[in-house]
């Protein structure tokens, strides 16, 4: 199994600690938290490498990398360049993960199953309240407290394979979504079914070994 370390490092620091699309907007705040928490999740995820040279050589580079393209985001906010930026972002990300694969799954403290299991977690949660923010189904500014909060339990539930705690916890959010806003709202079904979908596909990803 691959672990996919430096994934789980850029889309937790850019998409759970800071809003990525206001980056884009030239907010001052969230580029300077991208950027801290670049590093301090970089070093939080695999501080133990550092006491090997090529692991403090790995986490190193791609901690300046990933800190340079956030500045880079910025220059515009137009979709091709954001697309542009998060593909470059993706695909320096795998290209670290295919040169120390090997290195990182021997060493780090985290075992590569969990790693890809957090990554998954981050993924249907924090980086699809960012889709959801370029596709204006929420407000630029919104945390999606609401919504990442109900998937990060439906992704724990399937993944468990509790399909009681997952009926329960859809139902009590459409419950809780109705007696606190009473308008209903598209997002209440998006974003329970985009959660359940990519939950589902990261479980079978997961068990034939294809990530």
Known sequence: MVPNLFLLIYTTSDYGFSNNSLVYRKNKS?????????ILIGLALSFNLLVFQTGMIAIIT???ITAGLTFLKPRSDKLSWYLGIEFLNLGVALLF??????FIAEHN???????NYLFGLVLSSVVLADIFRRSNLIDIKSNDADGNFERILIFI????LQWWYLAIVLAGMLIYRLIRYR??????IISPLAGVALSFLWLLLMNFGLI
Do not use: G
Not at 97 to 102: D, G, L, V
Not at 157 to 160: E, H, L, S, V
Not at 183 to 188: A, G, N, R, V
């Open 109 to 115: 403290y985290i075992e590569p199953p969990f790693i």
């Open 97 to 102: 993960t295919f040169i120390f694969s090997a």
């Open 183 to 188: 308008k209903f709202d598209k997002t209440w």
């Open 62 to 64: 791609y901690i300046i």
């Open 30 to 38: 969230e580029i300077q938290k991208a950027v801290l928490w670049t």
């Open 157 to 160: 539930f399937i993944m468990a």
